[in-house]
Structures are given as structure tokens and as C-alpha cells.
């Protein structure tokens, strides 16, 4: 059967996260892409070998798992010959994308204009700091947009340094994003012919991750949306971390009457279900750090495992506090192949890698093979899909054009 999105050829032209991680969720469902590198070191995730000062082991892991499905194309795009390579690939390409700075792009000829000219159903896909009407053109990480735009403002007790979410949600989010928007261009192209322009940013990704308390102060202004809160000042006592007996569980209780009775029965009815400071909503909240003090005594004499049994019997939502250790065994992760196994050429062996985040019931996403090694598909993508004679490949590897 024929992938989702077998037939279409995406042009890569992209580095670090957020851009080939949206190429990879189109690779993924058997779009065509190729990566575009420079000829010397190529993408510059080829050089990442610690995440955050730690090693990633003995394969680098974050670039091959990013660009996995992918072919390798490297030309250097400052040559007029390099970028002619880029031209007639543009012609035969669906979707162009690419991160890079927008004065670059224009350097190099590779504006909207001018690949329009060249293929006028080629959608055009930029993914970047602050938007393409951005008045800034400072270097951007998921760091820097998390700080500006007011996510690390809210998180950690107050009082203390602003926390970084971490992760890279932002990149991993944004290049879901341009992925989502691609498509969406590809379906608009159907209805007129002409490809537009996409454009994803980190942050309007970050806005998106804060949507719900964004949303809330847009609509009320009030600044406790936007500020640092105490877990042991909670609008909800009931919606809340615990520490128990091994490790910490998130409560996820509604604030009302009935909840707090039921939680009261799964915690073996203690005397606070009986205290009149917690008899009420308001009570609860007037009175939240008692209250949080007073759970906090109570849980902390079982296990997670232990409270997660007496809660599911009176059907209330929570949660253990996991680690990476305890997702990556989790069976039902497995299941539902948000982890593979699958060949790593550059050790030899089988590795353990993120699977797919998305499932198709009758054309489901596949990992065929990791990132590719550093223009590995040159010379036969130069031949057979842009009718460059052997002749002419050598002439372009002598002037260093390809390598």
C-alpha cells in the first residue's frame, strides 16, 4: 500500500531541531526528503554529541534520529553552480524548507520569489525564531523564546530563579507545527494551483504550549497567570503534587464537594475529611496550606503504586511522577510504537529510538533508516532525478561544488 504521502519531494533545507524534525514527520508517513548540507560537516547537529554536557553515547543520536528517512544532498550553495543544482531541484520538488536566516536565503537567490519563478506549485516553508514579520533578527533558541515569552516566568516556587522547561519543547512543537502547516499548504495548492508561503515559529509554538493561561490573562488581565505560584498555595489543593513514600504523584482532583469526599474515602477517611476549614470550595482555598500540609502528611505513608490502586477505585485521576527510565519500559509506549528498535549503521546494532507520535490505521509511519552519512545520495540524485551526465558530476566534484 501506498504510504500517506508517498509522491511528494521535500527539499531540506534545514539544521539544529525545529526545521528537521518537521521534515521527519513528513519522512516519516513516506514523503521524499532530501537533506540539503553544506559539503564541510554538513547539518551542524552532525557535530552534537552531549545533550546539556551529557554524552548521547556511542552514535549521535540526536542528529540520525531527527533526519532519519531522509536522503543526503550536499552542495555548497555559494557557488552559482551549487545553486543551480538547488534550482533544478526546486523544480521538481514539492515543498521547499528551510530555518535559515533570512539574509542568507537571499544571498544564495533562494527567496519566495525566486523559486516561485522557478516552480510555481513549490510550497515555500520557513521555520524561525519570531515569525517572518518579526521586527528582530537576534539568533534564536527554545531558550531564549521560552525567557521571552513568558513561559519560564511562571514555573518554580516564588521567590526562586525562573525555570527552563526544558526539553526542547518548543523546537519539537514548532516543527510539528510547520509540518501541520505544509500540509495544510499542500491541500490549498489542490485548490489553486500555486504554492504559498508557510510560516512556523518557536514562538508561535510557545504561545501555543502556554494557550490555556495565555488565554486566561488575555481574557482577565489578572497577573496571577503570569507569575510563579507555591505548590502550597494552589487555587486547588486538590490539583497538586504529593510526595509519597518512593517518589511524587500529581493529584488531579475537581475542587468540589463530591471529589473531596470520594478522595477522602481513598485516603481511608482521616480527620480532615471532617474538618470544617475544608468543608467548602472556598474553605479549601482560603485554607490551602493547611490543607496541602495535611495531605502531604498523608501521603507520604504509601507508595505511589499504593495511593494509584485506592484512587482508580474511587475513579479519581492521578498520576505517578515518572522518570525517562519508567517511559521508555512502559508497555503501553511499546504498543503503540512511541518507541522502535531499529538498525543503527554507525555501531552496528540495534538501537532503542522515539518512534512515532502519530498512528494511521491503514498507511501507518515507518522508520526505514536513520540519518544519512554526509552526501551519501549526491551523485545519484544529481543523475537520475536532475539528468546531470557523469561528465558533469565530475566537473562539479573537481570545483568542489559537491564533494
Known sequence: MRAALEGIRVIDLTVWFQGPVAAQHLADFGAEVIHVERPKGGDQGRGVRSIKALPVGDWNQYFLVINRNKKSLAVDLKQPRGREILYRLAEKSDVFLSNLAADNLAAWGLTYEELRAVNPRLVYAITS?????????????????????GIMSRLG??????????????????????????????????HTG??????????????????????????????????????????????????????????????????????????????????????SAAGRREHATALVDALDALFRARSAGGWMERLRTEELAASPIGTLRDLSEDPQAWANDYFLETLCEEVKRKATIRGLPIGLSKTPGRVESLGPELGQDSELLLADLLGYSWDEIGALKDAKVIP
Open 194 to 279: 500555486t504554492g504559498p508561503i508557510v510560516d512556523a515559529s518557536l514562538c508561535g509554538a510557545q504561545l501555543l504550549l502556554a494557550a490555556p493561561t495565555l488565554q486566561a490573562y488575555l481574557a482577565t488581565g489578572d497577573t496571577r497567570y503570569s507569575r510563579q505560584r507555591s505548590r502550597r498555595t494552589p487555587d486547588n489543593p486538590l490539583w497538586n503534587t504529593y510526595p509519597t513514600r518512593d517518589g511524587w504523584l500529581f493529584l488531579c482532583v475537581a475542587d468540589d464537594d463530591a471529589s473531596f469526599a470520594r478522595l477522602c474515602r481513598a485516603l481511608g477517611d482521616p480527620p480532615l475529611g471532617r474538618d470544617a476549614r475544608f468543608a
Open 129 to 149: 525564531g519570531y515569525g517572518r514579520s518579526a521586527t528582530t533578527t537576534k539568533p534564536a533558541f527554545d531558550m531564549t523564546v521560552q525567557a521571552l515569552t
Open 157 to 190: 516556587e516564588p521567590g526562586e530563579p525562573p525555570i527552563y522547561l526544558g526539553m526542547g519543547s518548543g523546537d519539537a512543537y514548532g516543527g510539528l507545527l510547520a509540518a501541520l502547516g505544509i500540509l495544510i499548504a499542500l491541500q490549498q495548492r489542490r
